[in-house]
């Protein structure tokens, strides 16, 4: 069974998805009327804008959102050798949740609570991190940490909602948890840009070495890798990768999980073909999933529920086919 | 070339060593069984010598330099390491798992280059698995596992491969397949270090033999001079009698009481 080698193919999925998304909305658009307003051609000023101005900054949010969760789920069962993880799991999303939550409770501007939900979700994994380290860097300790902080962080973010004004605040801080790109802007793709930037970009040269990193710490010591340095350079990463998706997002659950077992599936488990994979098909599974979000019905569906719906169904699929292959729970 | 370990104490529990100053010298063309009960320091002893332990006491010597003054990388390069299991949690294929064997080699933020793919084509064909190449890794028996274990560590193109019970779990004629093949790349230059719980195969695949009895070495030499009764005695405990025929023993059987 030779793997099919089109994973840089799939790399390209992304932007025939995003093209026909810029044409869907509330007021559909013609293929050649986004060609136009893409590519700086004639075509009415209101459309222009509604594309360049409204519809793209959504669009290309929700593109890279997918990449970066996909990737970052892919790489973060590779270092946990875990199939069931996602980058979810060192207390990124619950450090997030916190922080959108103190900064709608102080401040109620959107770029407040995007800079408050990233630095939440850093610090954290910094924290899992942190204990994890003091006992030992092991995997199983650091997921051990991860469920404390979790649980921990959860906690504290209880006590902000009870605190928060529950006709003005709790509403917000309860949809933001949710997840979802209504309040896009073209200002908040910067901060994620850059950061999808550097994660992505280092993952794409790295990708190969992710692989040595599911050998047990001997194994991979004996092949010369660093593996402390190594993982918590790689955690660090995923890390920037998930905190920025969410702190535009919100709470976007199993994208991580799913994506990159869609991606194995086709291209196998080598990271240097499965990175590019899980990025493509990531990106462009979100920009479905949104503009779905936005279209099916008259209101806005939180895009954290719609994911939640589809994805619940789809991991038990895959939980089964797992357990098939593993011949039964070990 | 030697890999030699001199004077090693190493202890996991303050004050109670597992190696108590044990010196051994592996060489180049010869592959040297470690035999000795569960405990009496074997692993340790491997992981010590592979640079994956740093001695409490005494050094670790490749020719004349100090295995620790390498970098990892550069270690890796010298002395490879064939673990007795490998779980993967995603099924690699064959072909995977040993170009994995070729990370000293690849630079931080690059992929395996075509030397890489070739050294480890190489080393699937040096054990005769070019037909396993695309299997995927859970699929194969634990004989054919086994042997893409060697065949990672040598595509490591290390001078040293220290094998952890290579013949453990395996039938017969898989104990001879893995075995076998080690002899081989030996032949071809390179110095192993192969722990085992079978005398008996010490006697059949080992040019020398170093028997472990609670953290020291209680003799060191050929397989007929060490691989007695009375040293096997007394390092596990039980009695043993000899099967020969005339060249020396050719089994040994612990006898019954």
């Given at each position: 069974?030779?793997?099919?080698?089109?994973?840089?193919?799939?790399?390209?999925?992304?932007?025939?998805?995003?093209?026909?998304?810029?044409?869907?909305?509330?007021?559909?658009?013609?293929?050649?009327?986004?060609?136009?307003?893409?590519?700086?051609?004639?075509?009415?000023?209101?459309?222009?804008?509604?594309?360049?101005?409204?519809?793209?900054?959504?669009?290309?949010?929700?593109?890279?959102?997918?990449?970066?969760?996909?990737?970052?789920?892919?790489?973060?069962?590779?270092?946990?050798?875990?199939?069931?993880?996602?980058?979810?799991?060192?207390?990124?999303?619950?450090?997030?949740?916190?922080?959108?939550?103190?900064?709608?409770?102080?401040?109620?501007?959107?770029?407040?609570?995007?800079?408050?939900?990233?630095?939440?979700?850093?610090?954290?994994?910094?924290?899992?991190?942190?204990?994890?380290?003091?006992?030992?860097?092991?995997?199983?300790?650091?997921?051990?940490?991860?469920?404390?902080?979790?649980?921990?962080?959860?906690?504290?973010?209880?006590?902000?909602?009870?605190?928060?004004?529950?006709?003005?605040?709790?509403?917000?801080?309860?949809?933001?948890?949710?997840?979802g790109l209504s309040g896009v802007r073209a200002p908040d793709l910067l901060p994620l840009g850059i950061a999808s930037a550097i994660g992505l970009s280092f993952f794409l040269l790295f990708r190969w070495r992710v692989n040595l990193l599911t050998l047990a710490d001997q194994e991979a010591e004996a092949l010369g890798v660093r593996v402390r340095v190594t993982r918590f350079l790689v955690v660090g990463m995923g890390t920037l990768l998930v905190a920025s998706a969410v702190s535009v997002s919100g709470i976007v659950s199993w994208v991580g999980l799913?994506?990159?077992?869609?991606?194995?599936?086709?291209?196998?488990?080598?990271?240097?073909?499965?990175?590019?994979?899980?990025?493509?098909?990531?990106?462009?599974?979100?920009?479905?999933?949104?503009?779905?979000?936005?279209?099916?019905?008259?209101?806005?569906?939180?895009?954290?529920?719609?994911?939640?719906?589809?994805?619940?169904?789809?991991?038990?699929?895959?939980?089964?086919?797992?357990?098939?292959?593993?011949?039964?729970?070990? | 070339?030697?890999?030699?370990?001199?004077?090693?104490?190493?202890?996991?529990?303050?004050?109670?060593?597992?190696?108590?100053?044990?010196?051994?010298?592996?060489?180049?063309?010869?592959?040297?069984?470690?035999?000795?009960?569960?405990?009496?320091?074997?692993?340790?002893?491997?992981?010590?010598?592979?640079?994956?332990?740093?001695?409490?006491?005494?050094?670790?010597?490749?020719?004349?330099?100090?295995?620790?003054?390498?970098?990892?990388?550069?270690?890796?390069?010298?002395?490879?390491?064939?673990?007795?299991?490998?779980?993967?949690?995603?099924?690699?294929?064959?072909?995977?798992?040993?170009?994995?064997?070729?990370?000293?080699?690849?630079?931080?933020?690059?992929?395996?280059?075509?030397?890489?793919?070739?050294?480890?084509?190489?080393?699937?064909?040096?054990?005769?698995?070019?037909?396993?190449?695309?299997?995927?890794?859970?699929?194969?028996?634990?004989?054919?596992?086994?042997?893409?274990?060697?065949?990672?560590?040598?595509?490591?193109?290390?001078?040293?491969?220290?094998?952890?019970?290579?013949?453990?779990?395996?039938?017969?004629?898989?104990?001879?397949?893995?075995?076998?093949?080690?002899?081989?790349?030996?032949?071809?230059?390179?110095?192993?270090?192969?722990?085992?719980?079978?005398?008996?195969?010490?006697?059949?695949?080992?040019?020398?033999?170093?028997?472990?009895?609670?953290?020291?070495?209680?003799?060191?030499?050929?397989?007929?001079?060490?691989?007695?009764?009375?040293?096997?005695?007394?390092?596990?405990?039980?009695?043993?009698?000899?099967?020969?025929?005339?060249?020396?023993?050719?089994?040994?059987?612990?006898?019954?009481?």
């Amino acid at each position: 069974m030779r793997r099919p080698t089109f994973a840089w193919g799939v790399l390209l999925l992304p932007l025939p998805v995003v093209f026909l998304a810029l044409m869907v909305g509330r007021y559909p658009i013609s293929p050649g009327e986004v060609w136009a307003a893409l590519t700086g051609g004639e075509v009415a000023e209101v459309v222009r804008a509604l594309v360049l101005r409204i519809r793209l900054p959504r669009v290309g949010a929700a593109a890279l959102v997918g990449a970066n969760l996909a990737v970052a789920g892919a790489v973060y069962q590779g270092v946990f050798r875990n199939p069931l993880v996602e980058g979810r799991l060192l207390g990124v999303s619950s450090g997030a949740g916190l922080g959108a939550a103190l900064a709608f409770l102080l401040y109620r501007q959107p770029v407040v609570v995007q800079a408050f939900a990233f630095t939440g979700g850093i610090a954290g994994v910094a924290l899992t991190s942190l204990l994890g380290w003091a006992f030992g860097a092991g995997v199983l300790v650091l997921v051990i940490a991860g469920v404390l902080v979790d649980s921990f962080l959860s906690a504290v973010l209880g006590i902000v909602k009870y605190a928060a004004d529950p006709l003005g605040t709790l509403p917000a801080i309860t949809y933001w948890l949710l997840g979802g790109l209504s309040g896009v802007r073209a200002p908040d793709l910067l901060p994620l840009g850059i950061a999808s930037a550097i994660g992505l970009s280092f993952f794409l040269l790295f990708r190969w070495r992710v692989n040595l990193l599911t050998l047990a710490d001997q194994e991979a010591e004996a092949l010369g890798v660093r593996v402390r340095v190594t993982r918590f350079l790689v955690v660090g990463m995923g890390t920037l990768l998930v905190a920025s998706a969410v702190s535009v997002s919100g709470i976007v659950s199993w994208v991580g999980l799913l994506v990159p077992h869609a991606a194995r599936a086709v291209v196998g488990p080598d990271y240097a073909r499965l990175l590019p994979a899980a990025a493509g098909v990531g990106a462009a599974l979100v920009v479905v999933l949104d503009t779905v979000a936005r279209t099916a019905l008259t209101a806005e569906i939180p895009l954290g529920v719609l994911t939640g719906l589809l994805g619940a169904p789809l991991f038990l699929v895959l939980f089964l086919r797992f357990l098939r292959e593993r011949g039964g729970w070990r | 070339m030697t890999l030699r370990t001199k004077d090693l104490v190493y202890a996991y529990v303050p004050g109670r060593p597992v190696l108590r100053r044990v010196s051994l010298d592996l060489r180049s063309r010869e592959t040297t069984f470690l035999l000795g009960p569960n405990g009496s320091g074997k692993t340790t002893f491997l992981d010590c010598a592979g640079g994956l332990r740093a001695p409490g006491e005494g050094e670790v010597l490749l020719e004349d330099h100090p295995l620790a003054s390498f970098s990892a990388r550069q270690r890796a390069r010298l002395v490879g390491y064939v673990p007795q299991f490998h779980e993967p949690p995603f099924n690699f294929t064959a072909w995977e798992v040993v170009l994995m064997g070729r990370a000293p080699y690849v630079r931080w933020l690059s992929q395996p280059s075509a030397r890489d793919r070739a050294a480890a084509a190489e080393a699937l064909t040096a054990l005769s698995l070019e037909g396993f190449r695309d299997r995927p890794y859970y699929t194969l028996s634990g004989g054919e596992r086994r042997l893409v274990l060697v065949a990672r560590g040598l595509a490591q193109g290390a001078a040293f491969l220290l094998l952890d019970e290579p013949d453990a779990h395996l039938d017969p004629a898989n104990q001879h397949r893995v075995l076998r093949a080690v002899q081989e790349v030996v032949a071809k230059g390179l110095g192993a270090g192969v722990s085992s719980h079978s005398p008996n195969n010490a006697l059949l695949y080992a040019d020398r033999v170093a028997l472990f009895s609670s953290g020291e070495i209680l003799a060191t030499g050929v397989p007929s001079a060490v691989v007695t009764p009375p040293l096997l005695e007394r390092a596990y405990g039980i009695p043993f009698v000899a099967v020969g025929d005339g060249n020396g023993p050719r089994a040994v059987l612990p006898s019954l009481t």
